[in-house]
Protein backbone atom coordinates (compact mmCIF):
# COMPACT_ATOMS: atom_id res chain seq x y z
CA UNK A 1 0.00 0.00 0.00
CA UNK A 2 1.13 3.43 -0.84
CA UNK A 3 2.22 5.41 1.69
CA UNK A 4 -0.03 8.54 2.49
CA UNK A 5 0.11 11.12 5.38
CA UNK A 6 -1.68 14.21 5.62
CA UNK A 7 0.59 16.39 7.56
CA UNK A 8 -1.69 18.42 10.36
CA UNK A 9 -1.47 21.95 11.17
CA UNK A 10 1.53 22.28 8.65
CA UNK A 11 1.95 25.90 8.42
CA UNK A 12 1.08 26.48 12.02
CA UNK A 13 3.84 24.29 13.02
CA UNK A 14 6.49 25.16 11.04
CA UNK A 15 5.72 28.74 11.68
CA UNK A 16 6.06 27.89 15.24
CA UNK A 17 9.91 27.03 14.95
CA UNK A 18 11.12 30.28 12.95
CA UNK A 19 12.38 28.54 10.62
CA UNK A 20 16.24 30.12 10.06
CA UNK A 21 18.12 30.06 6.51
CA UNK A 22 21.10 27.04 6.98
CA UNK A 23 19.48 25.98 10.83
CA UNK A 24 19.36 22.64 11.96
CA UNK A 25 16.29 20.64 13.15
CA UNK A 26 14.67 17.67 13.93
CA UNK A 27 12.02 16.53 13.17
CA UNK A 28 11.04 13.81 15.62
CA UNK A 29 8.09 12.15 13.96
CA UNK A 30 8.89 12.29 10.04
CA UNK A 31 6.02 10.33 8.87
CA UNK A 32 5.57 10.96 4.81
CA UNK A 33 7.78 14.00 5.37
CA UNK A 34 5.04 17.12 4.88
CA UNK A 35 6.60 19.09 8.05
CA UNK A 36 10.04 18.51 6.52
CA UNK A 37 9.63 19.33 3.20
CA UNK A 38 8.29 22.82 4.37
CA UNK A 39 11.25 23.29 6.73
CA UNK A 40 13.61 22.69 3.76
CA UNK A 41 11.41 24.75 1.11
CA UNK A 42 11.95 27.48 4.02
CA UNK A 43 15.82 27.15 4.01
CA UNK A 44 16.09 24.68 7.14
CA UNK A 45 18.27 21.66 7.22
CA UNK A 46 16.79 18.85 8.66
CA UNK A 47 17.33 15.61 10.26
CA UNK A 48 14.15 13.81 10.22
CA UNK A 49 13.60 10.58 12.85
CA UNK A 50 10.99 7.70 12.56
CA UNK A 51 10.60 4.05 13.85
CA UNK A 52 8.47 3.07 10.74
CA UNK A 53 10.59 2.06 8.31
CA UNK A 54 7.63 2.79 5.72
CA UNK A 55 7.50 5.97 6.81
CA UNK A 56 11.32 6.37 6.33
CA UNK A 57 11.63 5.46 2.66
CA UNK A 58 8.18 7.28 1.90
CA UNK A 59 9.94 10.80 2.80
CA UNK A 60 12.91 9.50 1.16
CA UNK A 61 11.29 9.21 -1.96
CA UNK A 62 8.90 12.58 -1.51
CA UNK A 63 11.86 14.63 -0.77
CA UNK A 64 14.22 12.88 -3.14
CA UNK A 65 18.46 13.32 -3.03
CA UNK A 66 19.02 16.62 -1.03
CA UNK A 67 22.22 17.62 1.19
CA UNK A 68 20.09 19.30 3.58
CA UNK A 69 18.12 15.92 4.56
CA UNK A 70 19.17 13.05 6.45
CA UNK A 71 16.35 10.63 7.62
CA UNK A 72 17.27 7.83 10.57
CA UNK A 73 15.23 5.18 11.49
CA UNK A 74 14.82 5.32 15.43
CA UNK A 75 12.45 5.71 18.54
CA UNK A 76 12.50 9.67 19.16
CA UNK A 77 13.03 8.04 23.23
CA UNK A 78 16.91 8.12 21.76
CA UNK A 79 16.99 11.63 20.38
CA UNK A 80 19.79 13.02 22.92
CA UNK A 81 22.03 9.83 22.24
CA UNK A 82 21.68 10.35 18.43
CA UNK A 83 22.45 14.16 18.79
CA UNK A 84 25.49 13.30 20.68
CA UNK A 85 26.73 10.97 18.20
CA UNK A 86 26.30 13.67 15.56
CA UNK A 87 27.75 16.24 17.91
CA UNK A 88 24.64 18.05 17.44
CA UNK A 89 23.44 19.14 20.90
CA UNK A 90 23.02 22.29 21.81
CA UNK A 91 23.03 23.22 18.00
CA UNK A 92 19.96 22.82 17.08
CA UNK A 93 17.89 25.57 15.77
CA UNK A 94 14.37 23.55 16.09
CA UNK A 95 12.70 20.38 17.15
CA UNK A 96 8.95 18.65 15.76
CA UNK A 97 7.33 16.37 17.34
CA UNK A 98 3.68 15.55 15.29
CA UNK A 99 2.56 12.86 18.06
CA UNK A 100 0.09 9.82 17.70
CA UNK A 101 -0.65 7.35 14.84
CA UNK A 102 -0.24 8.15 10.91
CA UNK A 103 -2.65 8.08 8.60
CA UNK A 104 -1.07 5.44 6.84
CA UNK A 105 -0.50 3.47 10.11
CA UNK A 106 -4.44 3.48 10.50
CA UNK A 107 -5.54 3.17 6.94
CA UNK A 108 -3.14 -0.09 5.90
CA UNK A 109 -5.33 -3.22 7.03
CA UNK A 110 -2.01 -4.84 7.15
CA UNK A 111 -0.46 -3.17 10.08
CA UNK A 112 -3.49 -4.21 12.49
CA UNK A 113 -3.99 -0.96 14.03
CA UNK A 114 -7.90 -0.40 12.88
CA UNK A 115 -10.78 -1.77 14.00
CA UNK A 116 -12.76 -0.93 10.84
CA UNK A 117 -10.42 -3.92 8.78
CA UNK A 118 -10.17 -7.11 9.62
CA UNK A 119 -6.21 -8.08 9.98
CA UNK A 120 -3.54 -9.51 11.73
CA UNK A 121 -3.44 -8.21 15.18
CA UNK A 122 -0.34 -5.95 15.23
CA UNK A 123 -0.19 -2.23 15.60
CA UNK A 124 3.70 -1.95 15.90
CA UNK A 125 4.89 1.33 14.97
CA UNK A 126 8.47 -0.16 14.84
CA UNK A 127 7.94 -3.48 13.10
CA UNK A 128 11.61 -5.12 14.43
CA UNK A 129 9.61 -4.95 18.13
CA UNK A 130 8.93 -7.60 19.67
CA UNK A 131 5.57 -6.89 21.56
CA UNK A 132 2.68 -6.73 19.11
CA UNK A 133 -0.83 -6.03 20.31
CA UNK A 134 -1.65 -9.59 19.47
CA UNK A 135 1.41 -10.76 22.25
CA UNK A 136 0.26 -7.75 24.69
CA UNK A 137 -3.37 -9.20 24.52
CA UNK A 138 -2.99 -12.73 24.47
CA UNK A 139 0.02 -12.57 27.13
CA UNK A 140 -0.18 -9.99 29.23
CA UNK A 141 -2.54 -10.51 32.83
CA UNK A 142 -5.65 -10.21 33.57
CA UNK A 143 -5.19 -6.81 35.70
CA UNK A 144 -2.52 -5.40 33.25
CA UNK A 145 -4.65 -5.62 30.91
CA UNK A 146 -7.85 -3.74 32.47
CA UNK A 147 -4.89 -1.28 33.65
CA UNK A 148 -3.79 -0.75 30.16
CA UNK A 149 -7.55 -0.08 28.78
CA UNK A 150 -8.45 2.28 31.82
CA UNK A 151 -5.39 4.51 32.07
CA UNK A 152 -4.42 4.62 27.94
CA UNK A 153 -8.08 4.34 26.44
CA UNK A 154 -9.85 6.22 29.48
CA UNK A 155 -12.54 3.11 29.47
CA UNK A 156 -14.94 2.87 31.93
CA UNK A 157 -15.26 -0.98 31.15
CA UNK A 158 -11.72 -1.70 31.41
CA UNK A 159 -12.42 -4.45 34.04
CA UNK A 160 -15.39 -6.48 32.09
CA UNK A 161 -13.22 -6.21 28.45
CA UNK A 162 -10.08 -7.56 30.19
CA UNK A 163 -11.90 -10.39 31.38
CA UNK A 164 -13.19 -11.17 28.36
CA UNK A 165 -10.42 -11.07 26.67
CA UNK A 166 -8.72 -13.71 28.84
CA UNK A 167 -11.96 -15.93 28.94
CA UNK A 168 -11.50 -16.09 25.47
CA UNK A 169 -7.85 -16.64 25.16
CA UNK A 170 -8.37 -19.34 27.03
CA UNK A 171 -10.43 -21.26 24.07
CA UNK A 172 -7.85 -19.91 21.32
CA UNK A 173 -5.29 -17.47 20.62
CA UNK A 174 -6.75 -14.02 19.80
CA UNK A 175 -5.09 -12.89 16.58
CA UNK A 176 -7.44 -10.53 14.37
CA UNK A 177 -8.43 -6.85 14.69
CA UNK A 178 -11.97 -8.31 13.99
CA UNK A 179 -12.18 -11.03 17.46
CA UNK A 180 -10.55 -8.39 19.68
CA UNK A 181 -13.16 -5.89 18.17
CA UNK A 182 -15.96 -8.07 18.50
CA UNK A 183 -15.07 -9.19 22.20
CA UNK A 184 -14.61 -5.56 23.33
CA UNK A 185 -18.44 -4.73 21.89
CA UNK A 186 -20.24 -8.13 23.41
CA UNK A 187 -18.92 -7.32 26.91
CA UNK A 188 -20.14 -3.88 26.66
CA UNK A 189 -23.76 -3.13 28.13
CA UNK A 190 -26.02 -2.63 24.57
CA UNK A 191 -26.72 1.19 25.32
CA UNK A 192 -22.66 1.59 25.47
CA UNK A 193 -22.56 -0.22 22.08
CA UNK A 194 -24.18 2.47 20.01
CA UNK A 195 -21.51 5.48 21.65
CA UNK A 196 -18.97 6.06 18.98
CA UNK A 197 -17.34 2.52 17.79
CA UNK A 198 -17.57 0.31 21.15
CA UNK A 199 -13.95 -0.69 20.45
CA UNK A 200 -12.26 3.12 20.15
CA UNK A 201 -10.92 3.43 23.49
CA UNK A 202 -9.67 -0.18 24.13
CA UNK A 203 -7.70 0.17 20.29
CA UNK A 204 -6.14 3.25 21.25
CA UNK A 205 -5.00 2.05 25.09
CA UNK A 206 -3.51 -1.18 23.20
CA UNK A 207 -1.59 1.10 20.60
CA UNK A 208 -0.19 3.10 23.61
CA UNK A 209 0.89 0.44 25.36
CA UNK A 210 2.42 -1.60 22.56
CA UNK A 211 4.87 1.61 21.43
CA UNK A 212 5.42 3.36 24.61
CA UNK A 213 3.67 6.29 23.29
CA UNK A 214 2.95 7.68 26.81
CA UNK A 215 6.46 6.37 28.38
CA UNK A 216 8.65 7.62 25.95
CA UNK A 217 7.55 10.75 25.75
CA UNK A 218 8.63 12.71 28.93
CA UNK A 219 12.46 12.05 28.43
CA UNK A 220 12.01 12.43 24.45
CA UNK A 221 10.61 16.34 25.98
CA UNK A 222 13.67 17.00 27.71
CA UNK A 223 16.16 15.77 25.25
CA UNK A 224 14.54 18.12 22.80
CA UNK A 225 15.17 20.80 25.31
CA UNK A 226 18.86 19.44 26.06
CA UNK A 227 19.86 19.47 22.30
CA UNK A 228 17.98 23.22 21.39
CA UNK A 229 20.62 26.23 21.25
CA UNK A 230 19.80 29.22 23.23
CA UNK A 231 16.61 30.94 21.25
CA UNK A 232 15.92 27.39 19.69
CA UNK A 233 12.34 26.47 19.71
CA UNK A 234 10.24 23.21 20.40
CA UNK A 235 6.73 22.37 18.72
CA UNK A 236 4.77 19.21 19.55
CA UNK A 237 1.40 18.62 18.05
CA UNK A 238 -0.62 15.86 20.18
CA UNK A 239 -4.01 14.35 19.41
CA UNK A 240 -5.57 13.38 22.75
CA UNK A 241 -5.66 14.24 26.18
CA UNK A 242 -3.05 11.94 27.52
CA UNK A 243 -0.68 13.08 25.53
CA UNK A 244 -1.20 16.26 25.77
CA UNK A 245 -1.50 16.78 29.60
CA UNK A 246 2.08 15.52 29.78
CA UNK A 247 3.22 17.93 26.92
CA UNK A 248 1.15 21.12 28.67
CA UNK A 249 2.87 19.78 32.26
CA UNK A 250 5.94 19.81 30.55
CA UNK A 251 6.31 23.00 29.10
CA UNK A 252 4.48 24.71 32.45
CA UNK A 253 7.64 23.17 34.72
CA UNK A 254 10.04 24.80 32.04
CA UNK A 255 8.30 28.11 32.27
CA UNK A 256 8.28 27.71 36.14
CA UNK A 257 10.68 30.08 38.07
CA UNK A 258 11.33 30.50 41.74
CA UNK A 259 9.84 27.64 43.52
CA UNK A 260 10.46 28.72 47.02
CA UNK A 261 7.24 29.76 49.56
CA UNK A 262 5.37 32.60 48.75
CA UNK A 263 6.47 33.49 52.74
CA UNK A 264 10.31 33.91 51.57
CA UNK A 265 11.70 37.57 51.78
CA UNK A 266 14.19 36.41 48.86
CA UNK A 267 14.49 33.51 46.66
CA UNK A 268 16.84 30.53 47.77
CA UNK A 269 16.34 27.76 45.06
CA UNK A 270 17.78 29.70 42.77
CA UNK A 271 15.31 28.24 39.64
CA UNK A 272 14.75 30.02 37.19
CA UNK A 273 12.33 29.50 33.59
CA UNK A 274 14.22 27.52 30.97
CA UNK A 275 11.49 28.11 28.08
CA UNK A 276 8.88 30.58 27.47
CA UNK A 277 5.90 30.06 25.08
CA UNK A 278 5.74 31.11 21.86
CA UNK A 279 1.69 29.95 21.69
CA UNK A 280 -0.61 31.85 24.25
CA UNK A 281 -3.20 28.97 23.40
CA UNK A 282 -2.89 25.75 21.76
CA UNK A 283 -3.65 26.05 18.18
CA UNK A 284 -6.16 23.97 16.53
CA UNK A 285 -6.98 23.08 13.19
CA UNK A 286 -9.06 25.72 11.04
CA UNK A 287 -11.70 24.93 9.60
CA UNK A 288 -10.87 24.61 6.03
CA UNK A 289 -8.56 21.97 7.36
CA UNK A 290 -11.07 20.02 8.65
CA UNK A 291 -13.17 20.36 6.02
CA UNK A 292 -10.76 18.51 4.01
CA UNK A 293 -8.55 16.28 7.12
CA UNK A 294 -10.95 15.61 9.74
CA UNK A 295 -8.56 13.91 11.72
CA UNK A 296 -7.11 16.71 12.35
CA UNK A 297 -9.95 17.88 14.66
CA UNK A 298 -8.59 16.71 17.82
CA UNK A 299 -4.97 17.68 16.59
CA UNK A 300 -3.46 20.70 19.19
CA UNK A 301 0.16 22.48 19.13
CA UNK A 302 1.95 24.20 21.90
CA UNK A 303 5.65 25.23 21.36
CA UNK A 304 8.29 27.32 23.49
CA UNK A 305 11.49 28.72 23.29
CA UNK A 306 14.93 27.81 24.74
CA UNK A 307 15.72 30.92 27.07
CA UNK A 308 18.99 32.49 26.02
Known amino acids: M ?4 TS ?6 VDALRVEKG ?3 VDCT ?10 LRRGG ?16 ARIGANPDFEAVRLNFVSLKAMAEERMIAGRVSGVLFDLGVSSHQLDDPARGFSYHADAALDMRMDTREELSAAKL ?9 SRILFEYGEEKMARAIAKAIVKRREEKPIGTTSELAEIIRDAMPPKMRRDKHPAKRSFQA ?12 PPALEAAYEILKPGGRLAV ?15 REMERGCTCPPEFPVCVCGKTPRMKSVIRKPLEASEEELASNPRARSAKLRAGEKIK
Open 2 to 5: EFQH
Open 8 to 13: VLLTEA
Open 23 to 25: GLY
Open 30 to 39: LGGGGHTAEI
Open 45 to 60: RVIGIDRDGEAIEAAK
Open 137 to 145: VNEAPEEEL
Open 206 to 217: IRIAVNGELTGL
Open 237 to 251: ITFHSLEDRIVKNFF
